[in-house]
Nanobody
Framework: QLQLVESGGGLVQPGGSLRLSCAAS????????IGWFRQAPGKEREGISC???????NYANSVKNRFTISRDNAKNMVYLQMNSLKSEDTAVYYC????????????????????WGQGTQVTVSS
C-alpha cells in the first residue's frame, strides 16, 4: 500500500540543475529505504542513489559529487538535487522503496525495491 509519486523532471541545458521530489504515502512504517533509479532508451535500469530511514546514503560513481539525495520524514518526501547535469543523465527517473530488514548500509539495486513511482522524464540538451 506504499505509494510513490515523482515530480520535478524537465528539460535543462548541460551544466544545469534540477531537483526531483518523491512523495511517499500509505506506509504505516517509517523503516523504509528510498532509491532513485533511471532508465535511458535501450539501456538497463540503474540505481543512482538511495537513502535509508536514518538518512544514510549511497551513490553510484557516475553521480558522486554532482547529485545529492536527502529525506524529510516529517513531510514524507525524498529529494534528489542534480547539479552539473550532462547529456548522459537523460533518462526517465524513478523513485522506489523497500522496507528495511536490517540496519545495514543502503543498497541501490533495483531488484531490491518493491514499490515504484511512475517516473519523471529528465532531458539534458542544448
Amino acid at each position: 500500500q506504499l505509494q510513490l509519486v515523482e515530480s520535478g523532471g524537465g528539460l535543462v541545458q548541460p551544466g544545469g540543475s534540477l531537483r526531483l521530489s518523491c512523495a511517499a504515502s500509505g506506509s504505516t512504517s517509517n523503516y523504509y529505504t528510498i532509491g532513485w533509479f533511471r532508465q535511458a532508451p535501450g539501456k538497463e535500469r540503474e540505481g543512482i542513489s538511495c537513502i535509508d530511514s536514518v538518512s544514510m546514503t549511497n551513490y553510484a560513481n557516475s553521480v558522486k559529487n554532482r547529485f545529492t539525495i536527502s529525506r524529510d520524514n516529517a513531510k514524507n518526501m525524498v529529494y534528489l538535487q542534480m547539479n552539473s547535469l550532462k547529456s548522459e543523465d537523460t533518462a526517465v527517473y524513478y523513485c522506489a522503496a523497500r522496507y528495511e530488514g536490517s540496519w545495514s548500509y543502503p543498497r541501490c539495486n533495483p531488484d531490491d525495491y518493491a514499490y515504484w513511482g511512475q517516473g519523471t522524464q529528465v532531458t539534458v540538451s542544448s
